[in-house]
């Protein structure tokens, strides 16, 4: 999978916190690297910073000299970008994006690339701060990041290692998996995560009794906050996300019901020797989830 | 509601994380401070450490004297000690405990004391830190801490103010509610939370399969770890609680399965406007909970 990226023209398009900590993260890695923003300020902001060689107004021009391009943009604008400037990427050239949903991307992607002898491969890298915007962006944003990388059966050796080359460059820690495999893992390993703590801050803030809220929300601490933390997310991100990955959300969701109502069930009947079991068991696993990220890169979870 | 603790002899029974630093916060604060804990070496410890005044091995010879017990034990062995220990207390002493569930310590206390003219009430201090034990006790566990105290139509006004004094002594924040309220809250701001955290931990990480597993292990990453934080709690512990406080918890979990159920169907039919605006009402109630608790004490949360 060896190649080097000093012989490439990138481009990044969308410069958010993700698009421009790549684009710092890739300054001086390859031959030539274009930014491009659909706002005017952010292109003065990486050109002035030298974050970027050229960032022009047209994303057409962005892209039509690029060896790889790699799309940092919301999921919807990555499959509308996709469809709209097929026919401005050159020929051989190599795509790939930045989307927290595989799938339905890489779907769009050879879809609207393959006629033009143009190459999708799709990436999901796990970065990103509580931060958003070109302003928040730093070079380190993907050091020791997880990346997936989500080939098909069309997909193109060289394109693969094109992609590969990529995110090497950056300091991430790469995994090669199936868009439909990315999915179902990512809707357990996240997605979910987020429906349950909205559940939980609505089932507990949400109650029109003007004591009864006070108390709610004087009576909530630690455990709450943590539980609940995600669903300070964005609202708009996260609707894009979940439209994108329906179903393997929904068999994320029926899986958790499965384990909450035998929750319930042992709590129900009475059967709290089982239910202190099931929590220990809990408890054994959680505990060894965090062992193995405190030993990874030395991290402290 | 003013009373002192200066002509008042007080009894900690029970020498963990709580009992040891409600008796370092009350030191020097009432005429006479005596601890119980079945260990030698605590009571050793805390006499060693002038922490307390005296400290009997037999928790009858503890509470005998005693204008005020507190029992700070674990919910069933509060339960028991008052069945046990009904006969030892003084005729017209005040005993109070630090459970976390109300209803059944409250009713079981007032059953097991009324026939012997010993006043019961309830009270409930949220406060604690990962530790347990004496050894980590540290006297300003209290400073600022919500204390919940629950009387009911039976409490004798003068057992409520020194139970009232006793709090206010360590710096706390007094709320006055009935048991069952109570119960029915915390069932909501606590409880509900660890059964989720539970929930989620066994439905991403009990995984057979070795490379799924291993996936799932790596893929968690930061919403996971807070989502399932206290899942890592003490199961025995909370087993103690669920158990203690059944009904108020199965009409939490009802209340939270009611929003659950309205998120799965908006994703399973593909309403996601109403989605994306019941996450944005979701993210508006936490975000001002966490404004709510911000001004409160000048915390950061």
């Known amino acids: 999978m060896e190649m080097s990226l000093k012989d490439k023209s990138i ?6 916190l993700l698009g421009t900590s790549l684009a710092m993260a890739l300054k001086g890695k390859c031959r030539e690297l274009t930014g ?30 690029a060896d790889i391009t790699v799309l940092c ?25 930045i989307g927290s949903v595989k799938g339905i991307i890489v779907r769009t ?21 509580e931060k958003t915007g070109a302003f928040a962006a730093f070079p380190g944003l993907y050091d020791h990041a997880e990346v997936f990388i989500t080939p098909t059966e069309n997909t193109d050796e060289s394109a693969l290692s094109s992609v590969y080359a990529l995110w090497s460059a950056v300091g991430t820690a790469i995994r090669v998996i199936t868009p439909d495999y990315h999915d179902r893992l990512v809707a357990h390993t996240s997605h979910i995560s987020h429906l349950l703590a909205l559940g939980i801050t609505l089932s507990v803030l949400n109650e029109d009794d003007p004591q009864l809220r006070r108390d709610r929300f004087s009576g909530c601490a630690t455990g709450f906050r943590d539980t609940s933390r995600i669903a300070s997310s964005s609202p708009s991100m996260w609707r894009e996300i979940i439209e994108a990955n329906q179903q393997p959300v929904l068999e994320a969701i029926a899986e958790f019901e499965r384990y909450f109502n035998e929750i319930k069930e042992l709590i129900k009947s009475g059967r709290f020797d089982e239910f202190e079991k099931l929590f220990a068991r809990g ?13 990874e890169h030395n991290c402290k979870w």
Not at 11 to 16: D, F, H, K, S, T
């Open 73 to 97: 943009l919301p999921i919807p604008v990555i499959c509308d970008f996709l469809r709209q400037h097929a026919g401005d990427f050159k020929s051989g050239a190599v795509v790939t994006d």
């Open 109 to 129: 992607g050879e879809e609207a690339l393959t006629p033009s002898g143009v190459k999708f491969v799709g990436s999901h890298p796990m970065a990103g701060t």
């Open 283 to 295: 408890k054994e696993l959680r505990d060894s989830w965090i062992a193995y990220k405190n030993s």
């Open 11 to 16: 481009a990044v398009i969308g410069l958010g």
């Open 36 to 65: 491009w923003s659909r706002q005017e300020k952010v292109r003065r902001y990486v050109l002035d910073n030298g974050i970027v060689d050229n960032a022009p107004e047209s994303p057409s021009e962005a892209v039509c000299n």
